[in-house]
């Protein structure tokens, strides 16, 4: 009789992954960020790719049973072996959670999961001779209750291919229906130009759906030169801030920050993860040059990623009587709809949720950022006259 337990999960958990609720934008999304990793890596190795590209083929067919498939590739320098083994691994990351999109270790299995039910993964390097891959399908895993997948190869085109490829098939019908209207492109598009355009813009990435290139987003506001009166001050039309806040411990094996004292994790109880992390919040906040109902508020960036695009939570105030929030902006628009606020925020050092579309509002870090850019007091002055609340000169009121 064995001594140990074997506790290496069924295949089935891999599919089940599928379930969890990533929308088709967020699927790509996440592959997109491992690209964007891997011309991050290409850097700190002094490889770096002067015009990265990730390409991204949508389907056309509409039928998960026949050949139709997604298909994402990019030219970054590639994996070794060992690397693409780890990137399959449900779980594993080698990520570095203060300077990498990726995060959590599912982000690739979850999308790939969640899109269809095969996938192979083909990487190559400078150096490699030949391409090797990987493919993952569910239903044989299932059938032969294992998880091991063959190594697969084969030759390249050219000597200087580098990058690589990932292709899904049998796609899951309910979750990529979407993607056979025509019409989802361009709001795909427009979506990644929000997400990834200051990305796109400061590093030169090209991010392209079915051969037309998506175009960065960049906000329509008035110009820094303009400015209006207001209590004997010039308020200029953009306000920059830049608030330092200092370094702090962090542990990047439990995404935790720690008190200056404690060199020593109390969650896993190790030295090595714990890391001195530099925090600041950097950017600006304008107006725009038209009223929107929708179109307007602040973004917020981790890594040069939106996480949050067009956040209104900012104009909220809490009022302490009724413990209520209550509106601040727009009102009192006199013959004109919707606001035209709108700005970005870098928060590198905010922890983010699992899929990336909010940070974690409990988190201490969140906090002190809201009350940087906004303010304790209320936005309005004769609100905060009332409560015996000193006046708010936070960017956002001096707007």
């Given at each position: 009789m064995k001594d140990t337990y074997d506790v290496t999960p069924s295949?089935?958990?891999?599919?089940?992954?599928?379930?969890?609720?990533?929308?088709?934008w967020q699927?790509?999304?996440?592959?997109?960020?491992?690209?964007?990793d891997s011309f991050k890596n290409a850097t700190i190795e002094n490889k770096k790719i002067l015009k990265p590209v990730v390409e991204i083929k949508l389907p056309v067919k509409g039928d998960m049973f026949n050949d139709d498939r997604i298909i994402l590739r990019d030219n970054g320098v590639g994996m070794s072996n060992e690397d693409l083994n780890n990137c399959i691994r449900a779980g594993y990351s080698g990520n570095d959670p203060v300077d990498k999109l990726g995060l959590f270790g599912m982000g690739f299995n979850i999308a790939t999961a969640r899109l269809g039910i095969k996938t192979e993964v083909w990487t190559t390097r400078f150096e490699d001779a030949e391409w090797h891959g990987a493919s993952i399908d569910f239903d044989q895993l299932e059938k032969a209750s294992t998880f091991s997948v063959p190594r697969l190869t084969k030759a390249k085109n050219s000597p200087h291919e580098h990058g690589t490829e990932i292709i899904i098939t049998k796609l899951r019908k309910e979750t990529t229906q979407p993607l056979f209207d025509g019409k989802f492109k361009a709001p795909l598009k427009f979506q990644f130009g929000k997400i990834y355009g200051k990305f796109m813009a400061d590093e030169n990435l090209s991010?392209?759906?079915d051969n037309q290139e998506v175009r960065p987003f960049r906000h329509?506001?008035?110009g820094e030169n303009r400015s209006v009166k207001y209590l004997n001050e010039d308020v200029p039309a953009i306000i920059k801030f830049e608030f330092k806040l200092g370094p702090k411990n962090f542990c990047k094996r439990c995404w935790l920050w720690l008190s200056p004292e404690e060199k020593i994790c109390n969650n896993c109880q190790t030295e090595s993860a714990v890391v001195s992390r530099d925090r600041r919040v950097k950017g600006w906040i304008g107006i725009?040059?038209?009223?929107?109902?929708?179109?307007?508020g602040v973004d917020f960036i981790r890594n040069g990623r939106k996480i949050l695009i067009g956040d209104k939570s900012i104009f909220n105030w809490l009022n302490p009587d009724t413990m209520q929030e209550e509106l601040e902006y727009p009102i009192d628009m006199i013959g004109r709809e919707g606001g035209?606020?709108?700005?970005?925020?870098?928060?590198?050092?905010?922890?983010?949720?699992?899929?990336?579309?909010?940070?974690?509002?409990?988190?201490?870090?969140?906090?002190?950022?809201?009350?940087?850019?906004?303010?304790?007091?209320?936005?309005?002055?004769?609100?905060?006259?009332r409560y015996k609340l000193p006046p708010n000169e936070s960017p956002l009121a001096k707007l």
């Amino acid at each position: 009789m064995k001594d140990t337990y074997d506790v290496t999960p069924s295949p089935r958990v891999l599919r089940m992954l599928g379930e969890i609720d990533f929308k088709p934008w967020q699927c790509f999304a996440e592959l997109i960020d491992n690209s964007i990793d891997s011309f991050k890596n290409a850097t700190i190795e002094n490889k770096k790719i002067l015009k990265p590209v990730v390409e991204i083929k949508l389907p056309v067919k509409g039928d998960m049973f026949n050949d139709d498939r997604i298909i994402l590739r990019d030219n970054g320098v590639g994996m070794s072996n060992e690397d693409l083994n780890n990137c399959i691994r449900a779980g594993y990351s080698g990520n570095d959670p203060v300077d990498k999109l990726g995060l959590f270790g599912m982000g690739f299995n979850i999308a790939t999961a969640r899109l269809g039910i095969k996938t192979e993964v083909w990487t190559t390097r400078f150096e490699d001779a030949e391409w090797h891959g990987a493919s993952i399908d569910f239903d044989q895993l299932e059938k032969a209750s294992t998880f091991s997948v063959p190594r697969l190869t084969k030759a390249k085109n050219s000597p200087h291919e580098h990058g690589t490829e990932i292709i899904i098939t049998k796609l899951r019908k309910e979750t990529t229906q979407p993607l056979f209207d025509g019409k989802f492109k361009a709001p795909l598009k427009f979506q990644f130009g929000k997400i990834y355009g200051k990305f796109m813009a400061d590093e030169n990435l090209s991010i392209i759906v079915d051969n037309q290139e998506v175009r960065p987003f960049r906000h329509c506001i008035w110009g820094e030169n303009r400015s209006v009166k207001y209590l004997n001050e010039d308020v200029p039309a953009i306000i920059k801030f830049e608030f330092k806040l200092g370094p702090k411990n962090f542990c990047k094996r439990c995404w935790l920050w720690l008190s200056p004292e404690e060199k020593i994790c109390n969650n896993c109880q190790t030295e090595s993860a714990v890391v001195s992390r530099d925090r600041r919040v950097k950017g600006w906040i304008g107006i725009q040059r038209y009223f929107d109902l929708n179109e307007y508020g602040v973004d917020f960036i981790r890594n040069g990623r939106k996480i949050l695009i067009g956040d209104k939570s900012i104009f909220n105030w809490l009022n302490p009587d009724t413990m209520q929030e209550e509106l601040e902006y727009p009102i009192d628009m006199i013959g004109r709809e919707g606001g035209r606020i709108v700005g970005e925020v870098e928060i590198d050092h905010v922890r983010v949720s699992h899929q990336k579309d909010a940070f974690q509002t409990g988190d201490p870090e969140w906090q002190q950022t809201i009350k940087l850019i906004r303010g304790e007091s209320p936005l309005r002055p004769n609100i905060a006259e009332r409560y015996k609340l000193p006046p708010n000169e936070s960017p956002l009121a001096k707007l």
